[in-house]
């Protein structure tokens, strides 16, 4: 167990729909990454908080859009949904002591 | 910009030793190391941040060339848990983006 919550594990939807998948750092963590994972694909850098400001932002898209909290929870806003959207979604939060990324288990959205 | 992994993919058997190689273009502050199984979460191996240390523990080591921009993942003596998907992250100065290279696909047989 990481210490990292992403909810929820699984979600299945329609083109043109909009969803929200959550992530839960570990305690203490200040940093929130996400990634978007394709089938047998590799890791796609999203975007990244920072004690709730934006600090770096990767390929993504003008669809998507997240934010992070007061309580340091983030959420990764998907909206007008496409096939091509489907893949496993990962945050991640950042040790301030090693530097390492713990990952949560991942959101799967399958878009139909 | 996303940093280079060789090779693709690798198969060995059991015992045999194996070097993943990941490059990147551009000036490093640290280049991580994660391996991912089939259907869960990565998890972290290590973090370089000076160049030309090595570390690890066990069977499993790391270096990075600062001044070349790359680093080697060393497995020795593999065992059939080491199979899965190794990605290299780098991060660039100044906290930038945290990109993950291809993956380099692991597959230790008995």
């Known amino acids: 167990d990481s210490g990292v919550t992403q909810t929820p594990k699984h979600l299945i939807t329609a083109t043109g729909q909009r969803v929200t998948l959550r992530c839960s750092p570990r305690?203490?963590?200040?940093?929130v990454y996400w990634y978007q994972q394709s089938l047998d694909q590799g890791l796609q850098f999203l975007i990244q908080?920072?004690?709730?400001?934006?600090?770096a932002k990767g390929n993504i898209l003008e669809r998507f859009s997240a934010q992070q909290f007061p309580d340091l929870h983030s959420e990764l806003n998907l909206s007008s949904l496409e096939l091509g959207d489907s893949a496993l979604y990962f945050c991640?939060?950042?040790?301030?002591?090693?530097?390492?990324?713990?990952f949560g288990e991942g959101s799967r959205l399958t878009v139909l | 910009q996303q940093p280079v992994q060789s090779p693709q993919a690798v198969i060995l058997r059991e015992g045999e030793d194996a070097v993943i190689n990941c490059s990147s273009s551009?000036?490093?502050?640290?280049v991580h190391w994660y391996r991912q199984k089939h259907g869960e979460a990565p998890v972290f191996l290590m973090i370089?941040?000076?160049?030309?240390e090595q570390k690890g523990h066990e069977k499993i080591s790391a270096s990075f060339n600062e001044k070349k921009q790359q680093s080697s993942l060393y497995l020795t003596a593999s065992q059939l848990s080491y199979s899965g998907t190794y990605f290299c992250?780098?991060?660039?100065?100044?906290?930038?983006?945290?990109?993950f290279g291809p993956g380099t696909r692991l597959s230790v047989l008995p």
């Open positions: 991640a939060s950042r040790g301030a002591g090693t530097g390492e990324l713990f």
């Open positions: 305690s203490g963590d200040l940093s």
């Open positions: 908080y920072y004690n709730g400001e934006e600090r």
């Open positions: 551009k000036a490093l502050y640290s």
């Open positions: 370089l941040l000076k160049g030309g």
């Open positions: 992250g780098t991060e660039r100065p100044y906290g930038q983006n945290f990109v």
